[in-house]
């Protein structure tokens, strides 16, 4: 998909958003140690990214805007950040999969590729982990029961509630993400074209 300059400008825009975000947003999270910090900047991430996706609605703008996120997440200050720049393209990737299978966008669509999205925070420790970090799969595992005790206040021995209740808690702060980025977005567009109006007249 070959983009004009102008929406090229806008994916650019929007990528450097959530780039920020993640500057900004994802150390503060870090610093202060916030339970699931990781799925509220999948959240904020893709929210940004589907808001681009409906001033650039062509396939392959999702991950352009992850992308440029993906370069900018090179400047954070402390701390590895080869674990984030896979988060952030791997989110991208997968909104752009939900997105383009739907074709059309509907809010609906959006809800599923935020969805889908934020949830890849969840499961992309089982991957990087043994292969970046040297970590097995049965420490990952421990890890995600910890954080059921910790937060949920879940029994480590109840691991298929742990694991029902983390799934149900990303999938639907995703969804909410996409609701609102189906809101936002439309909103933005009515006033910027009105903004233009204004001005040519």
């Known amino acids: 998909m070959k983009f004009k300059t102008r929406e090229l400008v806008t994916l ?30 999948a959240a904020i991430g893709l929210l940004i990214l589907m808001i681009g996706r409906i001033f650039v609605p062509h396939k392959g ?26 988060g952030i ?12 299978i739907a ?22 420790p089982f991957i990087t982990g043994p292969l970046l970090f040297g970590l097995s799969l049965f420490s990952v595992w421990l890890d995600l029961l910890d954080i ?5 206040g879940l029994d480590t021995s109840a691991a298929l509630w742990i694991v029902l209740a983390l799934i149900a808690i990303y999938w639907i702060v995703g969804g909410i993400a996409g609701w609102l980025a189906w809101d936002i977005g439309h909103i933005l567009q009515v006033r910027l074209r009105r903004d233009t109006i204004d001005v040519t007249l």
Do not use: H
Request: hydrophobic content about 60%; proline content about 5%; charged content about 10%.
């Open 12 to 41: 650019a825009v929007f990528g450097a958003l959530w780039g920020l975000d993640e500057i900004s947003v994802g150390a503060l999270l870090k610093s202060l140690n916030v339970p699931f910090s990781g799925m509220f900047l």
């Open 61 to 86: 703008s999702s991950v352009f805007i992850g992308a440029i996120a993906t370069i900018l997440k090179l400047f954070s200050l402390g701390g590895p950040v080869i674990g984030p720049m896979i």
């Open 89 to 100: 393209m791997g989110e991208a990737i997968i909104a752009e999969i939900v997105l383009s």
């Open 103 to 124: 074709q059309k966008p509907s809010r609906l669509s959006f809800i599923l590729a935020g969805a889908a999205g934020v949830f890849w925070p969840l499961i992309q």
């Open 148 to 152: 059921g005790n910790r937060f949920l």
